[in-house]
């Protein structure tokens, strides 16, 4: 069953930008938390930004803030993964996620896409 379909991943040189997109089902109008998780090759997954719609609340991973920025669009259709600055260490297969509420850990969202791979190059 496809709920949450990730796209825009590409290969890129360092220093440049990319634009993740996650297209999300309208059985997912309900939930309110939404978030963006990487994992590079090795390495376990980690959690990149979040929001809460009910909450207005927006985190993001410390050493990310200022280059990446998450957002959806008002009709809750797509979210969105805008990523500037992009270095080596950003090359990871991303995912997004949905839950009724945020969870205390990441890995807890209950709905999951297949994900979408990001290369930097330098």
């Known amino acids: 069953q496809v709920r949450l379909v990730e796209s825009g991943g590409d290969s890129v040189q360092a220093g440049g930008f990319l634009r993740l997109s996650c297209a999300a089902s309208?059985?997912?109008?309900?939930?309110?938390?939404w978030g963006w998780f990487r994992q590079a090759p090795g390495k376990e997954r980690e959690e990149v930004a979040r929001?809460?719609?009910?909450?207005?609340?927006?985190r993001y991973a410390a050493s990310l803030k200022g280059r990446f920025t998450i957002s959806q669009d008002n009709a809750k259709d797509t979210l969105y993964l805008q990523m500037n600055s992009l270095k080596p260490e950003d090359t990871a297969m991303y995912y997004c996620?949905?839950?009724?509420?945020?969870?205390?850990?990441?890995?807890?969202?209950?709905?999951w896409g297949q994900g979408t791979q990001v290369t930097v190059s330098s």
């Open positions: 996620a949905a839950d009724w509420r945020c969870p205390t850990r990441g890995l807890d969202f209950t709905y």
């Open positions: 929001f809460y719609i009910s909450g207005g609340a927006i």
């Open positions: 309208k059985i997912l109008d309900w939930a309110n938390c």
